[in-house]
């Protein structure tokens, strides 16, 4: 199961968070900033695939953002890995190029892609079209 995503820049910043199970506001920011240390300053030859606390760590950099996802111990990284491939694909084909600025300013449509993906930390869906069909939808409302 997963039990969060986050996206991160080089810097340490978060850009976006989402937990699939209750984690108290306090320890939200300890556990981002042991999780940011523990990835960002990895090699790039290193595995992709850290253990921490009860937690196993899933990351992926695409340029200046690392994507991590921490899982449970029966979770598969491989298809996680694959998972944030797909995540980013998705922001690829929505946003034609995707940047950390278009994380930034458009951090709604990114979580309704983001949940039309994962719920309840579940994958319930990996299809491009299928992901982004009920934002093109909000997009052709908003443009009428």
Do not use: W
Request: charged residues 30%.
């Amino acid at each position: 199961m997963i039990k969060f995503l986050l996206m991160v820049n080089k810097q340490g910043q978060t850009r976006l968070s989402k937990y699939y199970e209750h984690v108290d506001i306090g320890k939200r920011a300890t556990l981002e900033a042991d999780v940011v240390k523990g990835c960002l300053f990895r090699k790039k030859e290193e595995c992709s695939f850290v253990e921490y606390k009860d937690y196993k760590l899933v990351y992926r950099q695409y340029a200046a953002l690392f994507i991590v996802v921490g899982i449970t111990d029966n979770e598969n990284e491989l298809s996680i890995y694959e998972l944030v491939h797909n995540f980013v694909e998705v922001l690829d084909k929505y946003f034609s190029r995707v940047s950390e600025l278009d994380i930034m300013f458009n951090l709604d449509k990114v979580h309704i892609i983001l949940d039309e993906m994962i719920l309840n930390g579940h994958v319930v869906e990996t299809n491009k079209n299928r992901i982004l069909a009920p934002l093109l939808a909000l997009d052709k409302m908003a443009e009428s």
